[in-house]
């Protein structure tokens, strides 16, 4: 019988990436205020690719990056990438900071998730597992999402834990531990394969990703083998 989920935050039970584009998109009409609808559209996703390449930069090398660190990187090495093909210009350190400012005003936890997670049956563990945020970030999210603590047995975020990021067999050993939990009892729901999904795996805890990047799903060699032979063939 299932007792716990055990769910990632970011892009998960949040709208990360779509909050990202959000920002970028107003901080691209006030910088570039003659591109198209459709430019708006792309060149906001692309940041938000740079975005992330610098964060795992900062997460691989740089801890002592800041927020705004991370953002001035992101934007000029897609300054300098979209440089070469477009004749764009703009002020990478003012971009940033115009960035910075609106960063989180669009970050809200998934309308169709607060509904999910107020349904929920009472006796079931609820948990947050998130990687970066602090708790106190998380519960401000929470609030502004008509959600709150007490909807969750506890938030974790791996900044509670020396040394301990994503993906973490220690941190789910500790959700196990203190409620005492058999892994088979649990179920770890996330969008990231690696950094969420294979540690609960490799624990025995079920797992569900939940992805709007993905076309096709395979979980054997075999599902592969057959979509790939289907893509082919079309
Ligand atoms: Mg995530």
New binding site residues.
Partial sequence: MIKCLIF?????LDNTNSAIIKAFKIVLKKHLPTLNQNDFQSYAQELMVFFWQSDRLADLSYPNWTMDDIIKHAVKKWYEFKKTTKNIKINAERFSRDYGSIRNDFLTIKPMMVKLIKALPSPLFKFIFSQGNSKPDIINLLHRSSLNENDFTEIISTKLFKEENKPSINILNYILRKYSLKPKECVMI???VCA?LMPAKILGIKTILSSTYVDALSTTDLQLSTLIKKCVKK
């Fill in positions: 990632d935050l970011n892009d998960t996330g969008d990231d969420d």
